[in-house]
């Protein structure tokens, strides 16, 4: 099995190691602990009822083995030893990575500036409601996403790889992006030019403003050298609702669906060319860089 495929599933098995450190805690206390006990018990009256025969005698009882007998008979063999150890241990980060808040690292550029390729992020798993584990089901309502948010979801073309994009669109929303700028509902966004933005891995520079998107300023990039022009994308479910021209694009976005993109907006691979991200496909909202090896001055807050 690949690394990718190994990390795609560790929800899944950290979810069996769960249940089977789980059973064998359980059958231990529940079951086998009471089961040595009472061997141990039996043991311990026999040797009683020697050592008092030989006292009888007049010999003196060594009391010494009567505690090496009862440590041998009551000790846990080591696979229910370990299991018991690791259960609390593999049942907390289970338990936090599917509710509360889980890790991921970013792989490409798709989001440049506001991440950075190698950043280490956290993700707010009960923002968008408290969904079951391995099955993404929502159980409980808490928040929608809203525009602006950075979102971590399910790629709609292979539920096993988890992509990262800002939502640009929330279900009912008309989006225009015309000349590489974005319309919402018939309103432009607003656009602040920012000083040149150097790629370092590509030595180049892209131009860098200030968006804001419903009240979320947040930076992007543009490449002068790339066309608006965006070719007709793959057919994805729903794809009648957008229009492609040389200009760029228009879309309306469905009940119950996002549409989301990469601040990098001329290197980012999104719902422009794969289509829409269904609320089902939702994983977290991402909202605070905690390691960046290569660089530690990225650790903070990026919302």
Not at 38 to 64: C, H, I, M, N, Y
Request: glycine share 6%; aromatic share 14%.
């Amino acid at each position: 099995m690949s690394l990718q495929a190994i990390l795609s599933n560790f929800a899944l098995i950290l979810f069996v190691l769960t249940v089977v450190t789980g059973v064998v805690w359980f059958l231990d206390v529940f079951y086998l602990a009471k089961q040595r006990r009472a061997k141990a018990d039996a043991a311990l009256a026999e040797f009683d009822a020697r050592s008092a025969k030989l006292a009888a005698e007049g010999v003196q009882p060594d009391t010494r083995a009567r505690s090496a007998l009862a440590s041998s008979i009551l000790k846990q063999p080591a696979w229910i030893e370990y299991s018991g150890s690791f259960f609390p241990v593999i049942a907390l980060v289970f338990f936090l990575r599917s509710f509360l808040y889980e890790p991921f690292k970013i792989p490409s550029s798709s989001m440049v500036p506001t991440l950075q390729i190698g950043d280490l992020i956290l993700v707010n798993k009960y923002t968008y409601g408290v969904r079951l584990p391995i099955i993404n089901k929502k159980i409980i309502e808490v928040n929608n996403p809203q525009r602006g948010d950075v979102m971590v979801f399910k790629y709609p073309k292979d539920p096993s790889l988890d992509y990262i994009k800002r939502v640009i669109g929330i279900p009912g929303d008309k989006i225009v992006y015309k000349n590489k700028r974005l319309s919402i509902n018939g309103k432009e966004l607003s656009y602040e030019p920012l000083s040149d933005y150097l790629d370092e891995e590509r030595l180049t520079y892209y131009k860098q403003y200030l968006e804001n998107l419903s009240g979320t300023a947040h930076k992007i990039l543009v490449d002068d050298r790339a066309p608006p022009y965006i070719s007709p994308p793959r057919v994805f479910p729903q794809h009648e609702l957008c229009t492609y021209n040389l200009d760029g694009f228009a879309c309306t976005v469905p009940s119950g669906h996002y549409f989301m993109m990469g601040d990098n907006r001329d290197n980012s691979e999104d719902s422009r060319y794969w289509g829409f991200v269904p609320d089902e496909n939702i994983v977290g909202k991402a909202f605070f860089v905690w390691m960046n090896f290569s660089n530690l001055k990225r650790i903070g807050s990026f919302q």
